[in-house]
T-cell receptor, first 114, second 111 residues
Framework: AQSVSQHNHHVILSEAASLELGCNYS??????LFWYVQYPGQHLQLLLKYFSGDPLVKGIKGFEAEFIKSKFSFNLRKPSVQWSDTAEYFC????????????FGTGTRLLVSP | NAGVTQTPKFRVLKTGQSMTLLCAQDMNHEYMYWYRQDPGMGLRLIHY???????AKGEVPDGYNVSRLKKQNFLLGLESAAPSQTSVYFC??????????FGPGTRLTVL
């Protein structure tokens, strides 16, 4: 069965610090990978996605993620966080054939202090 | 375009009451989903639909029913609400590129 593990449940950073959020997945096939962000009181928005090709993908607001197939990982990074990045971040995985159910990790709450 | 909309935004029910949550989309997507979001558990799939007139169970379907009579609407019903169904409910659609688009959510409290 598919599963997604996000190692950090809560992360607290100061502005301008670098960010890396871990995501590991379990899936027996070719995967599509996603990072979603949920700002306080809002719905989920797509940050970035990986389907194929260059394993380093760039998303909105300066975020990027690297797909490392051998490690089953898709970690999210940002070189310098801002207060406005305070949000909850969800990693998700789906297959790329058939129904393609999206399985979410439990999320990481990021608090950026000014 | 409104994208994905949900009504109501908030609701408080007593145990045993029933209600229906409405999800509407104007993106002409075939796939629609209902998730619930609970602290520390991420999003879990309740039911989904791959097209008008079809529905299927997700991870946590017990206590919920759904209908997709029209392509643009996906209804989630609770026949007899229980406190364990207190949650935030999100509807989503999926485009042909496998990207999901989420509605603003419905916060439901069952007393």
């Amino acid at each position: 069965a598919q599963s997604v593990s996000q190692h950090n449940h809560h992360v607290i950073l100061s502005e301008a610090a670098s960010l890396e959020l871990g995501c590991n997945y379990s899936y027996g096939g070719t995967v599509n990978l996603f990072w979603y962000v949920q700002y306080p009181g809002q719905h989920l928005q797509l940050l970035l996605k990986y389907f194929s090709g260059d394993p380093l993908v760039k998303g909105i607001k300066g975020f990027e993620a690297e797909f490392i197939k051998s490690k089953f990982s898709f970690n999210l990074r940002k070189p310098s966080v801002q207060w406005s990045d305070t949000a909850e971040y969800f990693c998700a995985v789906s297959g790329n054939t058939g129904f393609q159910k999206l399985v979410f990790g439990t999320g990481t709450r990021l608090l950026v202090s000014p | 375009n409104a994208g994905v909309t949900q009504t109501p935004k908030f609701r408080v029910l007593k145990t045993g009451q029933s209600m229906t949550l409405l999800c509407a989309q104007d993106m002409n997507h075939e796939y629609m989903y209902w998730y619930r979001q609970d602290p520390g558990m991420g999003l879990r799939l309740i039911h989904y639909s791959v097209g008008e007139g079809t529905t299927a169970k997700g991870e946590v379907p017990d206590g919920y029913n759904v209908s997709r009579l029209k392509k643009q609407n996906f209804l989630l019903g609770l026949e007899s609400a229980a406190p364990s169904q207190t949650s935030v409910y999100f509807c989503a659609t999926r485009d042909k590129h496998n990207e999901q688009f989420f509605g603003p959510g419905t916060r439901l409290t069952v007393l």
